[in-house]
């Protein structure tokens, strides 16, 4: 069964027939054309795909897209303040060598932009086991933490 | 890994909920957040020709004290369980089991409800709800009805749900007191399912231990109560010997082998964990 | 020992230039390549591992709307014209004695040998519909006994993967008599004997494998879009497959998303999507390999054992080894599959060892096949780093004072390895100790007395190795980059190499505006496209830094020699006279006279009167490089240290210091990137990875819940500290993109083995798992 909803992808409404099965990531991806959101495992675990839903850090492979009708979606083409410029944690991942191939790098972005907005007083434990949700085979984590650390510390500096 | 075909329907009240159900009997299935059951069906390992989607149902979404108990709507958010001041406050064990599941991004589409319907022997939520004795309250064809935590979970991934009937809200007694809640497990990384996990809650008057609450996860088909563990305990008082409480936990158990981690490391760890999390928790409760 | 002064751009952290295109979502992988009238494939393959087809039946699942064509090995096979890599060269004779490579098919040809194995392609418009009609394929199978593990396959040498081949292996270097070392063995004060064993595990790159195949049949053409390592591998191995002309073939590589080896070369089912692509025509197909395909059907690695015997003198003096090399190479590897050749030579790594004896066998299993995974030979360093400890314990010795005792100074330099290696600028001496310095030794073995007071268990492993780094033989031997100064000033620059994810669109410019003299944002890459990429091996063996850097820095400096000349012929200077900065070119001591690139390019281009006379109008270079050597070395030292819960058998790393020498750093955050993710792919295959699988060869490991990939929790602050000792290839460059991940493996057992030897427990199989540590302490009575 197949139905014709509206998508509202960061801040435009895409019309798109979809199929009641098809996956919000592939219908981000296929019907909006936004390929930014990843997917690389398809069932929740490495994170790529993850985009915000209303605000919050959902993985777009575990929703059918016609739940997200009425929803405002964000994903990482979404990020940025303004096109040729970078969000703070954008530039925290630049700055930190936060990404190699670049693969996971969307669901990165998507995540700590929310988890550091709801939570940017996390402890540095904290901040990983926010990262755990998301796999990268590249950077060891390595420059993805201090990217981290970066961002957190621009936006508690940001709040004073 | 894409889902075969089904038709998903956006009911918007339980009593359409159940009516759908009724309608679709066996060929229906409800989703709640979906985190299980998405990737069942992505990986073919489950399909459906209905799908009834529960997130546009609001009545689901309340959380409420009343008296003694706490209550917590089928469709509350994993994310918003863990930070709700009011759940924080009247049933800490919720609160401190929710960070060890998934990851945040899962727990902010993964609900309280769909969890434990879910009924994975190695999640967290349902050995909560077992340890603490919560009530199950469950809408169907034929009304609504109670059912208490040790009757729910009948095996792997099955519950006492009947057909038609869906899981709507948990109710969690309230401790009061002196009391200390603990959630400990053993996984191979953060947000893994547990190799073996426990779930305890105790209260404690002086060096008495007045009540004893735990229940082991991921060491069988179901969440399962350490009651002779727990009476070990209260007749031991604080000063009780940990390590054999927990080898009371464990000496029942016979859990399976795994990729991960054998029955027997499970069992033995169970016991570990038990004692841990037993110390912890009287810490808790004396400071 | 120090390196030379850092450059305005070579040895600077300078950001990436890739990072914003990536960071918003900007990249241009496979699966975002949207052609029109495109239709997607899914295949359908084997849950047995190893069996007859009996039945093959196609009819339902081509009723099912929307699928196009469904193929099978009947229909794909008899299409391969060749069958082979240009790095490992045609297909040896059936009956060669010294190895083989699997029968030719890519699809099963009538039997299965591995789960996973493709058995046929569904083509339909979108991969749900491919997806519906796979499952209605019915495939019945004459399930017969599998040969699963080394265990079976070292026991049962008749039994055979491949009915085409008479024998069981893929390579084999035999047992040899040398009766001088085995009488020495037979003497010696010390005789130690282990048998190290390495658990499979797969490369995971987080994009998998995915390849568009487009035949244009009007316009003669191909075009192949593919998520690899190496683009002209794409096409040279797509003409040879189906008899079509390399030229009239493109292969596109745009953003890949990692590969660390498993990308290097052409699968099966990668075949098989060029075959059918040729075979369809004008309507191109797309495979994106999901999740479980890729952990069930793409390359795996490591399924390996080393068995070591090392004599040694009362003091601790290596007298010499006999190693045997056993590996697992899986069905259908590319080409032959094994790494123990390179293995063997590479054993004695940092250490003076008089002789090696080296053997080695890699056996064809009913199983996933074997690729190269990052530093695909490194089990010799796997093995060697553990032995070291085995080796100290068993004789009572310190093993850092075992390793001191045996390590190559630099007095020895250059020296030559009992396996014919020369090693001229190497410094494992002094990464030992700058990470012992790092380390503070005493202080941890004082914390570590005072935690096994308390009943906890602390522990501490070393590992030291040299990095053949830029491999440099065969098709590997030299890369190119073609420098063109447009009429404008500014820079393009096509490379015979590709990233996937190895930052060469920074990396290489600040080669190249360094030795050029202009700024690093005029500088364009262009890689991964065989239209405009000159041929190259694509990545592999530590190759980039060495060997692409060397021929950016060889043609950036022809360039520049060039518009000194004609710089020199409108300034009236001498070129000795003048000098670059900043894109202007000026007569030192006199700045006014000066010419920016720009207006030097112009008349390059466009003002043949202003060039010497007879010089060639434009600015445009090339050059290729190739090292002096076969390799150029590079070597660091690793250090962790860990606490074990002898309860749960958890192992929780405290530090992991890096010490390393790479030469002269390019840009030292890239370096530290690259080391960052080898170690943690190693410390995932010693505690977390496990591709594991059942008796009938059945993996177990199907998703990523239970292929445990290390997350950020796991992982310590590594600590760096660096070395730059200049090589002899240009630049003073040393490649080390593999290094993290050979060493780090044996390190974190170490660290894991020094926790718990005093209680009798040696481990010496991977993972540690908790539950396999716990099961250590149970034997050794250690833990109830």
Redesign the interface.
């Known amino acids: 069964m197949s139905r014709n909803i509206t998508l509202n992808i960061n801040g435009a409404q895409h019309t798109v027939d979809v199929e009641d099965r098809m996956l919000l990531s592939d219908a981000i991806r296929e019907k909006a054309g936004l390929t930014g959101t990843h997917v690389a495992c398809e069932h929740g675990v490495c994170g790529a795909c993850t985009i915000l839903l209303d605000g919050e850090a959902v993985r777009s492979c575990l929703m059918f897209t016609v739940q997200a009708a009425g929803h405002e979606i964000t994903t990482v083409e979404g990020i940025a303040p303004a096109p040729g410029e970078l969000s703070v944690v954008q530039r925290a991942m630049q700055d930190n060598h936060g990404l190699q191939c670049g693969f996971c790098t969307p669901g990165i972005v998507t995540s700590l932009t929310a988890y550091l907005r709801d939570f940017p007083n996390a402890s540095d434990d904290e901040l990983k086991e926010a990262l755990s949700g998301n796999l990268c085979r590249c950077t060891g984590y390595m420059g993805i933490i201090n990217a981290a650390r970066q961002a957190q510390k621009e936006i508690q500096g940001s709040a004073k | ?8 329907h ?1 009911p918007t009240s339980v009593s359409e909920v159940v009516a759908l159900l009724d309608e679709h009997g066996d060929l229906a299935k409800p989703i709640a957040g ?2 299980s059951l ?2 069942m069906m ?3 390992l489950a399909s459906f020709e209905h ?1 009834i ?1 529960l ?1 546009g149902v609001s009545e689901l979404n309340q959380v409420s004290v009343n008296g003694d108990s706490l209550r917590i709507g089928a469709m509350v958010r994993q ?1 918003t369980a863990e930070h709700d001041p009011q759940i924080v406050k009247s049933a800490p064990l919720v609160a401190k089991a929710i ?1 060890h599941i ?5 727990r ?2 993964g609900t309280v409800g769909g969890s434990i319907a879910h009924a994975d022997p190695s999640s967290e939520l349902p050995a909560v709800a077992l340890a603490l004795d919560a009530t199950i309250e469950a809408v169907g064809p034929n009304g609504s009805r109670e059912i208490a935590a040790k009757d729910f979970f009948v095996s792997t991934w099955e519950t006492s749900l009947i057909d038609g009937e869906i899981l709507t809200g948990v109710r969690f007694p309230i401790w009061s007191g002196k009391c200390g809640f603990v959630v400990e497990e ?1 996984a ?6 547990a ?1 073996v996990g426990v779930a305890a809650a105790v209260q404690v008057d002086g060096s008495k231990v007045a009540k004893a609450a735990i229940a082991l996860f991921g060491v069988g088909g179901t969440p399962v109560r350490a009651s002779e563990a727990e009476q070990a305990l209260i007749a031991g008082g604080t000063s009780a010997d940990l390590d054999a409480v927990g080898n009371l936990a464990a000496m029942n158990l016979a859990p399976s082998d795994d ?4 029955g027997e ?1 499970r069992k ?2 169970a016991a ?2 038990v004692a841990r999390a037993i110390a912890k928790a009287l810490k808790e409760a004396q400071s | 020992m120090s390196g030379q002064a850092a450059g305005r751009y070579v040895g600077q952290s300078i950001k990436r230039k890739e990072d914003p295109r990536l960071l918003t979502g900007q990249g241009r992988y496979v699966d975002d390549v949207q052609l029109p009238n495109m239709a997607h494939v899914a295949f359908v393959r084997s849950n047995i591992a190893r069996g007859k087809i009996t039945n093959l039946d196609i009819s339902e699942a081509l009723q099912v709307p929307g699928v196009i064509a469904i193929y099978t090995g009947d229909d794909l096979n008899p299409y391969i014209k060749e069958y082979w890599h240009t790095m490992g060269g045609p297909r040896p004779a059936l009956d060669d004695p010294s190895g083989a490579h699997p029968p030719a098919s890519v699809l099963a040809p009538g039997d299965v040998r591995f789960v996973g194995d493709p058995i046929a392609m569904v083509i339909a418009e979108n991969r749900y519909v491919a997806e519906d009609a796979a499952e209605m394929v019915i495939v019945d199978i004459d399930v017969e006994e599998p040969i699963i593990g080394l265990d079976m396959a070292v026991a049962h040498p008749e039994m055979k993967v491949h009915h085409e081949l008479n024998k069981n292996f893929s390579g084999i270097m035999p047992y040899m008599e040398v009766p001088p070392v085995d009488e020495m063995m037979a003497s010696a004060p010390h005789v130690v004997t282990r048998r190290f064993k390495q658990a499979r595990a797969t490369n995971v790159p987080m994009e998998p494998r995915g390849i568009i195949v487009k035949h244009d049949r009007g316009a003669n053409e191909i075009t192949i879009w593919s998520a690899t390592q190496n683009a002209h591998e794409v096409r040279s191995f797509c003409a040879r497959l189906i008899g079509f002309p390399a030229q009239r073939i493109r292969a596109i590589a745009g953003d890949v998303g990692g590969g660390f080896g498993q990308k290097m070369m052409v699968s099966r089912d990668e075949a098989a999507m060029m075959i059918a692509g040729y075979l369809l025509g004008d309507r191109p197909i797309k495979w994106i390999e999901d999740r479980r395909e890729s952990l069930i059907a793409a390359n795996q690695a490591r399924e390996e054992w080393v068995d070591v015997t090392m004599a040694v003198t009362p003091e601790g003096d290596i007298m010499g080894c006999r190693v045997n090399f056993l590996e697992d190479v899986g069905a259908y590897p590319p080409g032959a599959g094994g790494g123990a050749g390179m293995s063997a030579g590479m054993f004695p790594g940092p250490y003076k060892m008089p002789v090696v004896i080296p053997q080695g066998t890699s056996y064809f299993t009913n199983t996933c096949g074997k690729a190269p995974y990052r530093g695909p030979w490194m089990m010799e360093t796997v093995a060697r780093e553990q032995m070291m400890d085995h080796v100290a314990a068993e004789i009572g010795i310190d093993p850092i004072e075992f390793r001191r005792r045996n390590i190559i100074h630099q007095s020895d330099l250059p020296y030559t390895t009992c396996t014919t290696l020369v090693y001229d600028v190497v410094t494992p001496e002094e990464t030992l100790d700058q990470a012992m310095e790092m380390l503070d030794l005493a202080k941890f073995r004082a914390e570590q007395e005072k935690a096994r007071a308390e009943g906890r268990l602390l522990g501490l492993g070393v590992g030291v190795y040299i990095e053949p780094s830029a491999i440099a033989f065969g098709i590997l031997s030299s890369d190119q980059a073609n420098v063109r100064m447009d009429e404008n000033g500014k820079v393009l620059v096509a490379l015979s190499s590709g990233s996937h994810g190895h930052s060469i669109e920074t990396t290489m410019p600040q080669v190249i505006a360094e030795h050029l003299g202009c700024d690093i944002d005029d500088i364009i890459i262009m890689q991964g496209d065989t239209a405009s990429a000159p041929i190259g091996p694509g990545t592999g063996g530590s190759r980039t830094a060495v060997i692409v850097g060397g021929a950016c820095q060889t043609a950036a400096g022809k360039l520049k020699a060039k518009i000194l000349e004609i710089a020199a012929h409108t300034l009236e200077a001498n070129v000795d006279d003048l000098e670059v900065n900043d894109s202007v070119v000026s007569v030192k001591g006199t700045p006014a006279k000066q010419l920016p690139f720009a207006q030097i390019a112009a008349m390059a281009y466009m003002m043949p009167e202003m060039l010497p006379e007879g010089m060639e109008m434009g600015l445009e270079v090339s050059a290729r490089y190739k090292p002096a050597g076969s390799f150029t070395y590079s070597n660091a030292t690793h250090v962790c240290t860990v606490e074990v819960d002898p309860k749960t058998g958890m192992v929780k790393i405290l530090r992991y210091i890096v010490s390393e020498d790479c030469g002269q750093m390019i840009n030292p955050m890239v370096v530290e990137g690259q080391i960052a993710g080898g170690v943690v792919q190693g410390i995932g295959g010693v505690l977390f990875e496990h591709m594991i699988y059942d008796k009938d060869g059945n993996p177990l490991a199907t998703t990523f819940l239970d292929y445990l990939v290390p997350t950020a929790p796991e992982i310590p602050d590594i600590e760096y500290g660096h070395i730059q000792t200049m090589s002899n290839s240009l630049g003073g460059y040393k490649g080390m993109g593999e290094g993290g991940a050979i060493v780090s493996p044996p390190t974190v057992a170490n660290a894991i083995h020094d926790a718990v030897k005093h209680l009798g427990v040696h481990p010496t199989d991977f993972p540690l798992g908790p539950s396999q540590i716990r099961d250590l302490l149970v034997h050794a009575g250690a833990a109830v």
Do not use: C, W
């Open positions: 890994m894409k889902p075969a075909p089904f038709e998903m956006l979906g985190q998405v990737p992505s990986l073919r799908l989607d997130n994310s960070p998934g990851h945040f991004q899962i902010n589409r053993v191979r990384r953060h947000g893994d399912f190799l990729v991960h981690a054998s490391y033995a760890v570990t964990i």
